[in-house]
């Protein structure tokens, strides 16, 4: 069975809805309503409380360029020192080979020089030690004689 036919007009009006979360209605620019859910703005983080520097920091701070001048007047120094500083140590090189070879040589040219007014001749007898110790008692005076051949 068809339904009877109904030529009435309704106008629609909008309505704003019950008061959902986050439901709101908005009239666009040209006229038409537009509801939708609603973004909650969110709070921008809070910002931190500033801390105030510290004392070693500002310390720091105040003595950086000081002490970068004089690192830098240092290196300039260094490198007008350099080459008395390259001589030296090549003296001191020198010296040190001086008295090594003052320690090497002087021995060697003393035996050298005792033996040609001795006369020896390079062949030498060997000497023999002989010891003799003798105690009386655990705490007794040690006697001894040595020996000589």
């Known amino acids: 069975m068809p339904l009877p036919a109904v030529h009435e ?4 009006t909008p309505t704003q809805p019950a008061q959902l979360p986050a439901v709101q209605s908005v009239q ?14 969110t709070q921008p983080p809070a910002a931190p409380a500033t801390q105030p520097v510290p004392a070693w920091a500002k310390t720091a701070a105040l003595l950086a360029p000081t002490v970068g001048t004089g690192i830098g007047a240092a290196g300039i120094g260094l490198s007008y020192a350099a080459p008395g500083l390259i001589a030296m140590s090549h003296a001191l090189w020198s010296a040190a080979a001086l008295i090594v ?3 090497i040589a002087i021995p060697v040219v003393l ?7 001795t006369g020896e001749t390079g062949t030498r007898t060997t000497t023999h030690i002989t010891q003799n110790i003798t ?4 705490f007794g005076r040690a006697n001894g004689t040595i020996n000589n051949r």
């Open 101 to 103: 070879a003052a320690v």
């Open 135 to 138: 105690s009386t008692g655990l």
């Open 28 to 41: 666009l620019p040209d006229g038409r309503i537009v509801t939708g859910y609603a973004l909650t703005p």
């Open 111 to 117: 035996r050298t020089a005792r033996r040609s007014l």
């Open 9 to 12: 007009r309704t106008v629609l």
